[in-house]
């Protein structure tokens, strides 16, 4: 099987259920930005300091892959049956945050990106993480788009960020306070 198609050589590529679509398409930037922070979790996920998490690492990949199918698809032609996200994937990350947080110290200032490159690329996803979840609202705003899908995206860039400063804590990293000129 051959990997290159020549299909897109005009800027167009297909969603699922064959609808054609220019690459430059929201619902491609969606599921692009997706794969992209799909590719982060994977440098976060190949940490050292990530040793036990790797399984859940591993499974919120899997999550952004369904997530990625569901918005590859055409809402109104695609007749595959697609994976879904449940709401059990959000609870998840709500539970693994809660156990991390206890025995982080208390946050009452905003921290700077930054202290390891372990730690950094934890942010970096969380970035990524975001700026998918802006475009997947933008694109709800036109078209069909799973309320998990938003949901999922919001609970997990507070996860890359509670898990980023769980990874600083763990690493001994000094977390980088924010001090705000004010004068």
Known sequence: MKIYTKTGDKGLTSLIGGTRVPKSSLRIECYGT??????????????????????????????LFTMGASLASDPEKSKMKIPDLHEEDVLLLEREMDRMNEGLPELRVFILPGGHPSVSYAHVARCVCRRAERLVIALREDSFVADLVVMYLNRLSDYLFVLSRQMAHELNAEEVTWKPRLA
């Open 34 to 63: 997706v794969d992209e922070l799909n590719s982060y979790i994977g440098l976060v996920r190949d940490q050292e300091v990530n040793q036990n998490r790797r399984d859940l690492l591993k499974e919120i990949q899997d999550r």
